[in-house]
Each structure stands twice: as C-alpha cells, then as structure tokens.
C-alpha cells in the first residue's frame, strides 16, 4: 500500500474515531505530523496493517460496534489507536513501551499540536495562552460549535 | 483660483466613502496572505502582515471617523463595498489589482504597490475609472456633482493628500460647521490595541489632519523617511524588508534617505515554500457542491458579512458594539485558516481560500 493512500485512510480513520470531520481535521493543519509521527514510532508496517483492518469495515453499517471490536477491543491495535485520539485531542505523543524506540515518549509533537488540539473547540474554549480571543470576550459563555 | 478637488461636502463625503472601500479593499488580501503561511514557518512574515491588517483597520475606523465628524453616515454594507477580487483600489489606481492569493513574490509585489509613497506625479483624470461600477452606484447614491472628476489617484498618499485639501477649502468657506457630526458617534481609542498608532476621534479640523497624517504616515511613510515621526516603520518598508529579507536599521536611515535606501539590517527568514498553495480568487463555484469545503466557505462568507454588519452598526452611533466585533475577528481566523488547510477536491494541488463575498 503506497504512503499517499495510507494517509487518505489514516485522515478517513481519525475522523472515525475522533467524532470530527476530515474538513475540520485537516482544518488543523497537523494531519500530516499526526500521520508521520505515528509511522516514526509504530513503524509503516503496523500502520498499514492497521488502518488495513479500518478500510475492511468502513463501510459497515454499525462502524461504531465494528471500531470497539476490531480495534479498540484489540490487543495490539487497542492501544495505538486510543494514541491517534490523544494526538488529535491534545496534540500529545503517549509512551506506548510497546514499541522500544528512541522517539516514543511522553510529548507534545509540536507547539501548533498544543493550539489546534480538538479538545479546545470541544469545550469552546482557546488553548490556555494561546490563539487569544479578544479582550473582554472571557465574559461571554463560551461558544460550542453545533454537531 | 480653488485648486482643491473636493468642492462641497457631498464631494467630501463622497471622497470618504471611497476611502472607506478602499482601507476595507486591502484588509482581505492581507489576512488571507498571513492565513496562507504554514504555522511554524515564516513567523516575522506573519508578524509584519498581521502588523499591517491590523493597522489597516486602524485606518478604516479613522476614516468612519473623519465621514462621521462631517455629518456622514458610514456604509460597509452597499453590495459593491467588498469587491471582487481581482480589483482595482477604490481610489482610482490603474495600474494594477489586487488579488486574494497566497503570500508569494508576485503578491508581495503587489502589497508594495498598494503602499506605494506618493511620487506626487499630476493627477489625472479618471477615464481608467470609468467602466467601474461602483463609482457610478455612489456618485448616484451621494448626488455627486457630475462635473466632480472620477477618482485617479496614482498613490494612496496622493488620494488622501485631495482629501486633506478638501478638509482645508471646506473649513475655510464653512467654518466649524463642516464639523456638525454627532461627537457621540466617533470611536474613541479604548476601541484599538494591539497595532502602532491610535484611534484618534475626529471633532475638528486638527484632528481631521491628524487622523489622515496618521494614515499617510503608517503605510508610506512620513514626507518619504523610512520611519515615521513616532518610530514606527510604515507598511511599504515593512514589506520591503521582506522583500529583501533583512531589517531596517534606525540608524542606518539617515534623513534625506528615500524607498531607493536598502535594510542593512539583520537577516529576516522568507520562505515562500512553507505557504499553503492556495487558489488565487477562488470563488464559490471552485468548490463542489455539496461538499465540506463549500459549506465552510458558505459560512465564512456569511460570518464575515455579519460582522461587517456589526462593526456597521459600531460605525453609526454604536461604538461600543466594536467591543462585541474582536471574538469575532478571531473566530473568523479559525474559519479561514480551516479553509487554506484543506485542498480542493478534483484541483490536485490547490488550497481552498476564504471568499469574503457570495455570488449574486
């Protein structure tokens, strides 16, 4: 499976488990340091090899139930998984020790990981210190986007 | 013999209304130049753009003031104030437009043309303007005069240097009732921050002056120095040091140095590789129907004309609704930069761009 279509599927899988679409994820700007990031620690193998498991039940009517069983469930795929959502959230690498290499280690991957983590529009609120939004503005509620 | 061009206050009026499209004409390019750059990369790039927009908003809330002060009433809303990109300036410039696009060298060389400094060439009159739709819509809309010339100002200084004559003839035939605005009406500078200069109320004909100095002097630099009279460098060498990729020095620019005087400053990083590749006025119909990305344009479109409705109604008599406008201004940088992020489907290689205006 070639790089560029293991980060269609990789952008198709994030917007699967994170609950945002592949507009707002890309929207962030960081799907392809999410991408390489994981590729750097778990290796480009596991990576296809799970995303290879992804692609056979996207289409499925329940994907949810699918997801938790197939993945989530799973004792190898369980794990990495959970670390894409936490990448994506808060921008933050997790140790995984399943994966004995210099690069896997607590972190986030880079200061825009921290500013554009999902986690803050979830919440309707800006990254604390940064992406300032306008003196004053701390005295409206905050504003969750519809879903 | 009256060699000033603004002869009667509807001129005048008609003269701020233009200003008005015209500071609001180069804040677009400007953001979506600044959202076009990768986060991380090109950090003095983004610095001097954002620096730049900001100011330019400084000088539309000026210019609102200078329209209120004279009994004028401020419309960002008539359905030719934002243009369509590609563009002429509003102040009857021909030689060339303005685009939304990213930050490249050819839209740099633009940027630079925008604030030229006046090389106080004669005027000439405006038959390049002719074929302009919203010249004739406002002339209409204000009566103008139809012996008033169309505007063809070769610089933005020079569009602003008939402006202040105009002030100067009116307040000597009028006396202080030129200046029969509501003083309840100006944006005060409680309403600014984060950019050089001040929000400075207009209520007479020195502070008329002041406001337009303050104008001149951010974009093209005071009486052709580098720096302006408070230090601060004006827009056109702000870009120029991109342009060269190093730093003015204050004291390496000695009086009597004109824009032919290179920075000799340290180096400042450009990297016109780490931008979003976005399309150059990308309009609605780039974008598929139905998609995503179309839905988000939509709605950046809507926002953006919501808040021009806003800071609208800021300009008429409610100032402190600009208070209310700033979250705003930020969430519709999230949008935008939502939308350079993503590539347009079936255009393998280019970025989405905002679009600050929906067809007809």
Do not use: L
């Given at each position: 499976m070639s790089g560029h279509s293991d980060f269609k599927l990789f952008l198709e899988f994030s917007a699967a488990i994170t609950g945002y679409s592949q507009f707002q994820l890309q929207g962030t700007g960081q799907a392809e340091l999410y991408f390489s990031t994981l590729i750097e620690v778990v290796g480009a193998g596991v990576v296809s090899e799970m995303l290879g498991v992804y692609r056979d039940i996207a289409s499925h009517e329940y994907l949810d139930e699918m997801l938790k069983q197939h993945i989530f469930a799973d004792a190898r795929w369980g794990p990495i998984a959970r670390n894409v959502i936490k990448l994506w959230y808060v921008g933050t690498w997790y140790q995984l020790d399943k994966f004995p290499n210099a690069v896997d280690f607590k972190r986030i991957v880079s200061p825009i990981a921290y500013t554009e983590g999902l986690l803050w529009r979830t919440i309707g609120a800006n990254p604390s210190g940064a992406k300032?939004?306008?003196?004053?503005?701390?005295a409206n509620p905050p504003t969750i986007p519809p879903t | 013999m009256n060699l000033s061009r603004i002869c009667t206050l509807v001129d005048l009026k008609y003269y701020l209304a233009c200003a008005l499209q015209l500071e609001h004409a180069t804040i677009p390019p400007y953001l979506t130049a600044m959202y076009s750059l990768i986060p991380g990369t090109n950090t003095e790039v983004a610095r001097i753009l954002r620096v730049v927009a900001v100011e330019e908003m400084l000088h539309l809330a000026l210019v609102a003031n200078l329209l209120n002060a004279v009994g004028g009433e401020p419309n960002l809303l008539s359905k030719d104030f934002i243009p369509d990109y590609p563009a002429y300036l509003p102040d009857g410039e021909s030689e060339f437009q303005v685009s939304i696009e990213a930050f490249s060298p050819r839209a740099l060389d633009t940027f630079l043309r925008i604030e030229q400094p006046s090389r106080k060439h004669s005027l000439v009159e405006g038959e390049a303007a002719k074929d302009r739709p919203y010249y004739t819509n406002l002339r209409a809309l204000l009566k103008v005069d139809p012996n008033v010339p169309r505007l063809a100002f070769d610089t933005i200084g020079d569009f602003y240097e008939a402006i202040r004559e105009g002030f100067k003839y009116l307040y000597l035939t009028m006396g202080p009732a030129l200046?029969?605005?509501?003083?309840?009406r100006q944006l005060t500078p409680e309403y600014y921050y984060s950019g050089g200069g001040k929000l400075l109320p207009v209520v007479d004909l020195r502070s008329a002056f002041d406001a337009i100095q303050l104008i001149s002097d951010q974009g093209e630099g005071y009486e052709g120095h580098i720096f302006g009279h408070e230090g601060e460098l004006a827009h056109y060498y702000r870009f120029k040091q991109i342009q060269y990729g190093k730093y003015y020095m204050k004291e390496h620019c000695q009086q009597g140095h004109n824009d032919d005087h290179p920075p000799t400053g340290p180096e400042l990083d450009v990297d016109f590789n780490s931008v979003y590749p976005i399309k150059p006025n990308a309009k609605l119909r780039d974008y598929p129907e139905g998609s995503e990305l179309r839905a988000a344009a939509v709605d950046f479109a809507m926002s953006y004309n919501e808040f021009l409705g806003l800071i609208n109604k800021a300009f008429n008599g409610q100032p402190a609704l600009l208070m209310e406008s700033v979250p705003q201004m930020f969430r519709l940088k999230e949008k935008a930069q939502a939308l350079v992020r993503n590539k347009i489907p079936g255009m393998e290689n280019l970025h989405a761009a905002p679009i600050f205006k929906l067809p007809k």
């Open positions: 300032a939004p306008g003196y004053g503005s701390w | 200046f029969k605005g509501d003083p309840a």
